[in-house]
C-alpha cells in the first residue's frame, strides 16, 4: 500500500503561482510514476502532468510552458509548480502514483482556485 498526501492548493488570481507537493509514504520501492490529475465542476478527471522513475515527462497541451512536474525519489515526493494561472485552471488536483506492479494510488484532492 502506498499512502499520499498532497499539500499546497489554495487561491491565487489569474497570472499567479502556486506550488502542489505530494508525498508518498508505505510501500515506496516499487513507485514507478508520480503525476497529476485535476477534476473540474461537471468535468471528466484529466492528466495534468507525470514523470516516470527514469525522468520522462509528460505533460497536458493546456499545461506546457506553465505547469512543471517535479520529483525527489530520495523523498518519495512529486512537485507541481503552476505559473501563469488561469481561471480555468480551476480545479481538484489529485496526485496520482502507478507502481512497476500496476496499482494505482490516488491523493485525497486539494482544491485550486483562480480568480480573475
Known amino acids: 500500500q502506498v499512502q499520499l498526501v498532497e499539500s499546497g492548493g489554495g487561491n491565487a488570481q489569474t497570472g499567479g503561482s502556486l506550488r502542489l507537493s505530494c508525498a508518498a509514504s508505505g510501500s515506496t520501492f516499487n513507485i514507478d510514476t508520480m503525476g497529476w490529475y485535476r477534476q473540474a465542476p461537471g468535468k471528466q478527471r484529466e492528466l495534468v502532468a507525470s514523470i516516470a522513475r527514469g525522468g520522462t515527462l509528460t505533460y497536458a497541451d493546456s499545461m506546457k510552458g506553465r505547469f512543471t512536474i517535479s520529483r525527489d525519489n530520495a523523498k518519495n515526493t512529486v512537485y507541481l509548480q503552476m505559473n501563469s494561472l488561469k481561471p480555468e485552471d480551476t480545479a481538484v488536483y489529485y496526485c496520482?502514483?502507478?507502481?512497476?506492479?500496476?496499482?494505482?494510488?490516488w491523493g485525497q484532492g486539494t482544491q485550486v482556485t483562480v480568480s480573475s
Open positions: 496520482n502514483v502507478k507502481t512497476t506492479s500496476w496499482y494505482v494510488y
